[in-house]
């Protein structure tokens, strides 16, 4: 069962890799875009060393960029090693997935091969999974192009933590190799597009010989390419693509001849497509495939013209990332719900319930069930003035004009008011379960009592596992008698047997009913919930608390 604080280091370290890949589309050049690989790893990833190793084009392998010791980068870059040395490492290393490590205990017989390397001496590790000065780690970059031609390799050193990356450090450095390989091979399709359109520019008597250069780079490119009008009543309509986008987008060229990517556009998009400049814009959308599905692309875009004083033409790039935005989300996922249930998680639940809370200026710090009470209450006031029992500025710039307050209904009596119902769960003689049956009994319980809160609440509502045996339900327009039906149908649904290994096993439920309000925080709006639970748990002896 993961530690609570791991998915706000998911968060963390997703939020610094979504950066380091960012920041790779930055780069113009491919010195550039090589260096902004190894100071990504660096800065993003956690490593205090990193290397990036190229492939030249007589297949050894040159030290293009360095990152993290200014000694060390001006001692090896720009040193060659043999493909020979290159693919006798990574084939002895120990395989994570497309990642190679070789521990110290194995690599003092590549101390004196011909790739440059960098390391100092150490003392042997403390623990397990303690790094030495003398692991190497390395990650493999192939073309984008659907082989397997090796690209680069990037090696890495001195983790910040002191330990080998665990599962989430090989998958962020893994995806990020996979990110830096298209990164390099779109700077060097950009290096070549450039050159091919300085040609167009300025070589008026090899005009011909430029145009069949460029049509081979736009034709043969391995991503998508697509030239549309500039200015007029065609603007953006496309005039020629080339067989990678028909192929992404599942439609022939004559087709696409009759649209622009305006028209091809998700309608969630069409904003993001409008505010992407001409020259140098780049943007992450979706356009629509001929069976009606979308698909996630990157744009570039960049202006060229048919000749010196000729029309303009807006040339993009489209680049096919529909792998790793299903990678993101699924990272995104992984971070926010619970693994063993499928539930949102702790931290989830707190962001939902906080997006609905606002501090309104009249907020009351709720810490007890008697000042909640309190804060329940009617509050006689000018009706005019107040709504709900706390003011609302109405004015057009007003702090609140388009929040939709949070407000809790008289639990005393049941005014009609609704409101956002907060109900937590605490499983009794879960633990009895556990001891007598072991976890993978109780995980099974687990699993079961989430499937069936899940079924017994509504669309839109949220069924959070806090953690243990421990869920939380956020139940919005709900009334003081709605909340408790909801509880005593969730109480049911939660008291008939559970099988697991053809034993039925019986759990019951404890509910307490909280509510939220603005002016409150989500830790406060939990904690009344908590109390609630327990004065509803101690109201009820220990044999009406057991199911069954």
């Known amino acids: 069962m993961e530690a609570e604080s791991e998915p706000y280091v998911r968060l963390a370290t997703l939020r610094q890799l979504h950066q380091a890949v960012a920041d790779l589309n930055t780069a113009r050049s491919l010195a550039d875009t090589v260096q902004t690989v190894a100071d990504g790893?660096?800065?993003?990833?956690?490593?205090?060393?990193?290397?990036?190793?190229?492939?030249?084009?007589?297949?050894?392998?040159?030290?293009?960029?360095?990152?993290?010791?200014?000694?060390?980068?001006?001692?090896?870059?720009?040193?060659?090693?043999?493909?020979?040395?290159?693919?006798?490492?990574?084939?002895?290393?120990?395989?994570?997935?497309?990642?190679?490590?070789?521990?110290?205990?194995?690599?003092?017989?590549?101390?004196?091969?011909?790739?440059?390397?960098?390391h100092t001496e150490g003392p042997e590790p403390r623990f397990e999974d303690e790094w030495h000065p003398q692991d190497r780690l390395y990650a493999p970059m192939y073309a984008s192009s659907g082989g397997r031609d090796l690209l680069g390799?990037?090696?890495?050193?001195?983790?910040?933590?002191?330990?080998?990356?665990?599962?989430?450090?090989?998958?962020?450095?893994?995806?990020?190799?996979?990110?830096?390989?298209?990164?390099?091979?779109?700077?060097?399709?950009?290096?070549?597009?450039?050159?091919?359109?300085?040609?167009?520019?300025?070589?008026?008597?090899?005009?011909?010989?430029?145009?069949?250069?460029?049509?081979?780079?736009?034709?043969?490119?391995?991503?998508?390419?697509?030239?549309?009008?500039?200015?007029?009543?065609?603007?953006?309509?496309?005039?020629?693509?080339?067989?990678a986008l028909c192929r992404l987008l599942g439609r022939p060229a004559s087709v696409l001849r009759r649209y622009s990517f305006a028209d091809l556009v998700h309608p969630e998009d069409i904003g993001t497509l409008l505010r992407t400049s001409a020259e140098g814009g780049r943007a992450e959308l979706r356009l629509g495939r001929r069976d009606g599905s979308y698909l996630w692309v990157s744009l570039r875009n960049s202006v060229v013209a048919?000749?010196?004083?000729?029309?303009?033409?807006?040339?993009?790039?489209?680049?096919?990332?529909?792998?790793?935005?299903?990678?993101?989300?699924?990272?995104?996922?992984?971070?926010?719900?619970?693994?063993l249930t499928g539930l949102p998680n702790s931290a989830e639940l707190r962001s939902r319930l906080s997006a609905r809370l606002c501090e309104r200026p009249d907020a009351i710090a709720a810490t007890?069930?008697?000042?909640?009470?309190?804060?329940?209450?009617?509050?006689?006031?000018?009706?005019?003035?107040?709504v709900h029992g706390y003011d609302v500025d109405t004015g057009p710039d007003g702090p609140y004009d388009h929040h939709v307050h949070a407000v809790a209904p008289d639990t005393e009596q049941d005014d009609g008011a609704k409101g956002l119902a907060v109900l937590f769960c605490d499983l009794d003689g879960f633990k009895s379960i556990n001891d007598r049956f072991g976890h993978h009994t109780g995980d099974a319980v687990l699993i079961e009592v989430a499937r069936r809160l899940s079924t017994g609440v509504r669309d839109g509502d949220t069924v959070a596992r806090l953690g243990g045996d421990e869920f939380v339900v956020l139940a919005d327009g709900l009334g003081a008698a709605d909340a408790a039906d909801l509880a005593v149908r969730l109480r049911n649904a939660i008291i008939p047997p559970i099988r697991v290994d053809g034993r039925a096993v019986r759990v019951g439920a404890s509910f307490g009913i909280g509510w939220a309000a603005c002016g409150m925080t989500a830790e406060e709006v939990l904690a009344s919930a908590d109390q609630r639970m327990y004065v509803e748990k101690r109201s009820r002896s220990k044999v009406n608390r057991r199911a069954g």
């Not at 001195?158 to 700077?187: C, K």
């Not at 081979?216 to 998508?224: D, K, M, T, V, W």
């Not at 010196?308 to 992984?334: N, Q, S, Y």
């Not at 007890?368 to 107040?386: F, K, M, N, S, W």
């Open 306 to 339: 048919d000749t010196a004083d000729g029309p303009r033409f807006l040339l993009t790039h489209v680049e096919d990332i529909e792998e790793r935005k299903r990678h993101e989300l699924h990272l995104a996922h992984r971070a926010s719900h619970d693994a």
């Open 153 to 243: 390799v990037i090696s890495v050193d001195r983790p910040r933590n002191g330990r080998r990356p665990g599962a989430w450090g090989r998958e962020a450095l893994q995806m990020y190799a996979s990110q830096a390989a298209i990164a390099i091979s779109n700077a060097r399709l950009r290096a070549n597009m450039q050159r091919a359109l300085v040609r167009l520019e300025r070589e008026q008597q090899a005009l011909r010989a430029s145009e069949e250069s460029f049509r081979q780079a736009f034709e043969y490119a391995p991503s998508g390419m697509a030239i549309a009008e500039m200015g007029g009543d065609q603007h953006g309509r496309l005039l020629r693509t080339n067989d």
């Open 368 to 386: 007890t069930i008697e000042t909640l009470d309190a804060a329940y209450a009617e509050v006689d006031a000018d009706p005019d003035a107040r």
């Open 41 to 118: 790893i660096v800065e993003g990833l956690g490593y205090g060393l990193a290397c990036v190793n190229l492939v030249r084009p007589d297949g050894d392998l040159v030290v293009a960029a360095f990152a993290g010791n200014s000694a060390a980068e001006a001692l090896i870059t720009g040193r060659i090693g043999s493909r020979t040395s290159w693919e006798r490492r990574l084939a002895m290393g120990e395989a994570w997935d497309e990642l190679r490590f070789i521990p110290h205990t194995d690599g003092w017989v590549l101390l004196d091969d011909d790739v440059p390397q960098w």
